[in-house]
């Protein structure tokens, strides 16, 4: 059974920073691209970043949402089987429910649709 768990959200001042970690289980967490996306109240859920699965190269390639570009960074630790979010100059327009989704496919996917498994979300709150 494939799980993924989100864990590090909570409340932050507006500039502060969060990272937030995906533990995936059940699945060949190499073989799968992982990505993060949010829901805000009232907002569609969004794409914010997302990184690629272990290819040839000895490293990955990412891609971050325009909204979140130069604040957040996606990694992924292989030997823990573990994606991360780490959120820098939070901004209260960041807040929202956090998931991290695994996706069976070879690019980087940016489409809720393309992802295969999905966590339960992690609430971050940002205050001005």
């Known amino acids: 059974q494939v799980q993924l768990v989100e864990s590090g959200g909570g409340l932050v001042q507006a500039g502060g920073s969060l990272r937030l970690s995906c533990a995936a289980s059940g699945l060949t967490f190499s073989s799968y691209v992982m990505g993060w996306f949010r829901q805000g109240p009232g907002k569609e859920r969004e794409f914010v970043a997302v990184?690629?699965?272990?290819?040839?190269?000895?490293?990955?390639?990412?891609y971050v949402a325009d909204s979140v570009k130069g604040r957040f960074t996606i990694s992924r630790d292989s030997a823990n089987n573990t994606v991360y979010l780490q959120m820098n100059s939070l901004k209260p327009d960041d807040t929202a429910v956090y998931y991290c989704?695994?996706?069976?496919?070879?690019?980087?996917?940016?489409?809720?649709?393309?992802?295969?498994?999905w966590g339960q979300g992690t609430q971050v709150t940002v205050s001005s």
């Open positions: 989704a695994a996706g069976a496919g070879r690019t980087l996917l940016r489409g809720s649709r393309d992802y295969d498994y």
């Open positions: 990184i690629n699965r272990r290819g040839a190269s000895t490293t990955y390639s990412t």
